[in-house]
């Protein structure tokens, strides 16, 4: 029993150890000539596929700041992308109209995203559930608006631009698309590192608790609504953060950037890796993105081009393949990409502790010889 429960040092560090290789490999990647046809672009050390990866850990930081709040606290979020726009609208308007140096322009975003996600957490905690996400689904709707009608200072509906001046050199132009890479990668391992703090952490226990029973935990004499404060604060300074690297990496930012439309698309990222599974928002914004810009790429093209009606008017429209790749996912995969192999994972170390206790059991009666009883299984399972 103690041998079947008993995990090598090995297999407990595998996860970090995989981790860090995973980032290594990916620090010397833009060094590597890796060509991967169909999903990649270029090889890997030139600018077009540094900046589609770039793109993919944006979305995969954005994924797992949303996970944070739909995965940890059970917080079904419309408007969580207001705190993606505010970061790269805040580095935005503190460049161009403070006039402020890049890095004290990024602890103003994220400052400001800070105080927003105060603000509307704030409001939108005081409910709960649908009316909670009909709240949130509000302030974007707001934000959006606001960030549309404010030409002056926003850009409105054309956006706005970078203002290069205000940025180091070496985060300028393609020929430094390396260094936005490097930049974007150490933003997804902040994140990455944050959310597991929080997760591990006394506020994540408390966070899951609520989620579990909100009743149980007021009881005990603990503040549900401030643990949930807080972590919904985390999540939208997160977001924020990925706002930046997108700021940065694009050179400008658009109003798309803030409205419901991205959160809703952030939500299916998150859903298609598996909710709950910080790996899994990761393959998820990663995953979607790649498809969203590969299809993208396809729709386009003479192939599809040459197909009769039937066939070329859906397969022309990237949205219509993703829909029905999630659709899929959600019918044969419930549990995400994450999920879905974690349960796996799980049947196959029970069947190894199963097959050690019948192995036990049989040397037992081959000692005495007299049967032993089989463990319930209650006691099997624990």
Not at 8 to 23: Q, T, W
Not at 123 to 131: D, K
Not at 288 to 294: C, E, F, I, K, N
Request: proline share 5%.
């Amino acid at each position: 029993m103690a041998s079947a429960r008993t995990r090598s040092p090995i297999a407990r560090f595998a996860p970090a150890i995989a981790g860090v290789a995973l980032v290594i490999f990916m620090a010397i990647l833009p060094l590597l000539n890796i060509s991967i046809p169909g999903i990649l672009p270029t090889p890997t050390y030139m600018p077009g596929t540094l900046a589609l990866l770039s793109l993919c850990m944006v979305f995969a930081a954005l994924a797992l700041s949303y996970n944070m709040l739909l995965g940890s606290a059970g917080m079904l979020s419309f408007g969580h992308a207001l705190y993606f726009g505010a970061g790269a609208y805040g580095l935005g308007i503190a460049l161009e109209h403070l006039g402020v140096p890049l890095w004290p322009g990024i602890f103003v975003a994220l400052i400001g995203g800070m105080i927003i996600a105060l603000l509307t957490g704030a409001v939108a905690m005081r409910v709960s559930g649908i009316p909670f996400a009909m709240v949130t689904l509000a302030f974007a709707q707001a934000g959006s608006l606001l960030v549309r009608r404010n030409s002056a200072v926003t850009g409105g509906e054309e956006g706005l631009s970078i203002n290069t001046e205000q940025v180091p050199d070496f985060l300028i132009g393609v020929i430094n698309t390396r260094n936005l890479y490097w930049f974007t990668l150490v933003v997804l391992v902040i994140v990455y590192l944050v959310t597991l703090w929080v997760d591990t952490s006394r506020l994540g226990h408390l966070v899951r608790a609520t989620r579990e029973n909100e009743q149980r935990v007021r009881v005990l004499g603990l503040q549900p609504y401030q643990v949930k404060l807080v972590v919904f604060v985390i999540a939208g300074i997160l977001a924020s953060l990925a706002g930046v690297a997108y700021m940065l990496l694009q050179s400008g930012t658009v109003p798309r950037a803030v409205s419901a439309d991205l959160t809703i698309t952030v939500l299916v990222m998150v859903v298609l890796g598996g909710v709950g599974f910080r790996w899994g928002a990761i393959v998820g914004g990663v995953l979607y993105t790649l498809l969203d810009q590969r299809l993208t790429v396809l729709a386009g093209s003479e192939a599809i081009a040459g197909l009769p009606d039937f066939l070329r008017i859906p397969l022309s429209e990237p949205l219509f393949i993703l829909g029905v790749l999630f659709i899929i996912v959600v019918m044969f995969l419930p549990g995400g990409i994450a999920g879905t192999i974690d349960s796996a994972v799980r049947r196959r170390r029970g069947d190894h502790a199963r097959g050690a206790l019948q192995s036990l059991d049989g040397v037992d009666t081959a000692d005495t010889g007299t049967a032993t009883p089989a463990e319930p299984p209650s006691r099997v399972r624990a």
